[in-house]
């Protein structure tokens, strides 16, 4: 097969968001801190170690959730902006105003959870937010899923900059999938991967946020309107699909650092290629079809739905594992280089999200996902590609532009390892909880499941100490950076 | 052997050779070699890996498939209504015999709920989703009698640990 190469030729991007990509990455950086100090704290009320009340757990689910959700989509949003505007031109206010939005979105949030004591969890499904036995009132539903809708308002005009400004580089989203290299041959005005990767982000993206929105008005009007009903499985069919989209979203969109850095870092070429662009296109699609794995135990679902989430789950597998995973790995392999932070954290993320690629293909089998779904088999397989797939993609791009943009290695890498060790403990015992039928979402575990729960804590304590690390790094050279500018 | 444990065993073998790859890699990443046949290579186990995944793997998915909760018995001998309501299960009957198929019609009355069924052990053994405004009919054969517990899989609110309740199968048969 013919390769229309692209060779990756710059070196510095002078983006000119450059002010928003360290507004979001600082704000990331301190939510996750926040977030995984939320998730400590339920795993030690499910250890047995700390007693919480459940209306405060589930407060603190529901937060966790939602704000992981958020910060992975700022920290992802900041690594492709970032590198895109090497290629395309973006407007940066539609930074600023995606994240005044979102901080707008983040307060409405937080009032809902912590003063109205809302507890729905993040996906905010289809009528609990309405019936909650008066555990909270129905202006803390609205006020979060509110604030949800104004976070999604300010992606969407975030996504639709990046549509406008590859249309206006490339011609049209199907070039800048690569379509006229893939299907007419054509050398000309190849995309680089990145500009690929963001082709695909704000496809998947828009649609995702679109059916996000519909579902929350349509919850909101039930609020105000409880005679005004939804259908449920309309409703969870609807959150779904956003919401798989959009987590699925947030690693392609930090994708970018991997295939920037890694050519720069080893000094060889990230090829477009056909398999490449074809790998990209298979994945626009089978994110965006595969969201019903999520609902193989509603058996009211059409059984072609069922047949799609388990064989096309299976098949979206092939891009991640054979082209991104394999393709990171042969450039880096009998490359020469010295390893240190950055190149270490990115080998984490590849590895991340090519083995958290495994559980989650097992669990969509619907065979298996009849014992295993809703267990804590699923935050395993999430965890594992969040966690060590795309938390290391953003730490190694705070790293990077704390060290001023500059790939020669230095220092040395234990405490990427050291992460790695941590976060892969603390994964595998979400699988053992799966394998041992632990329901997941549970304020309060029976005895026989605390060990792993306080397994789980310990290698959580070691994840947090080293991201609290990883985060000051770029944060103490933050002001220099905002000069540097 | 469990599903869930040939799952975990699966995973971790895989996931250990995924590790083993990459751990060669990192190590010898600090030879330097031209990039043209480490490519080439590349570009086999990719092809090789490709067809291994479409031969192998896609015809073992599809066939998996067989094995599916969704086609239920015309005429299962014994039949549990049960809902779901915040925070309980309503079921009308609670006793089955083991050996024979039962049909459970799971509804909710109020929110989503996950209706698991786990054995003796505390393994779950078959579970589908107490949706509002719709019946999902879920088959299964108790083949061990003894205490088998209903716990609640999908999130409801402030009591959902706590939804719990209990079907007693027992040797025989038992009048439908």
Redesign the interface.
Known sequence: MADATYTQGRVATADRGRLWVVLYLATTGLVLLLMMLAGLWMRLAQSGWLYTDPALFYELMTVHGTGMVGIAALGGAAVLWHFLSAYVRLNAWVMGANFALFLIGVVAILVAEFIGGFGGGWTFLYPLPAISQDVWPAWAAAMHMGGLLVIGVGFLIWCLELARAIIATYGGLGRGLGWHVLFRGSTQNVPPPTVVAATMVTIVTTLALIAGAAVLVMSLVNLAFPAVEINPLLAKNLIYFFGHTFINATIYMGVAVVYELLPRITGRPWKTSKVFLAAWTLSTTMVLIIFPHHLMMDFAMPIWAMVIGQIFSYVNSFPVLIVTGLGALAILHRSGIRWDMVSTLLLTSVFGWMAGVIPAVIDATVVVNSVMHNTLWVPGHFHFYLLLGLLPMIFAFMIYLARDEDVTPRGGDLMAILYLAFGLTFVTMFLVGGWASVPRRWAEHLPEWQIWDQIAVIMASGVITLATIFVAMFLVRMPAMLRAR | M????V??L??LV??LA??A??LR??I??????D?AP??G??YR??AI??WI?VLV??PI??W??R????TVQATAPQVINATGY?WYWDLDRSEVAAGAPVEFRVTSA???H?F?I?DPT????????A????I???THVFETPGNYQV????????????MITEIVVTEGTTNG
């Open positions: 469990s599903i869930q444990t799952c975990a699966l995973t895989a996931i995924l590790s790859v990459v890699v990192r010898l990443a600090q030879e330097g070699h990039y480490v490519q290579n590349a186990i990719r890996g490709f995944l793997g896609l998915s599809i998996l498939f094995e599916n909760p969704y915040q109020d929110v989503n996950g698991g786990y505390g393994e779950l053994v078959a579970q589908t989703q949706m509002p405004g719709y999902n009919r879920l716990l609640c899989l999908e999130y409801c609110g402030l009591v959902h640990h706590a």
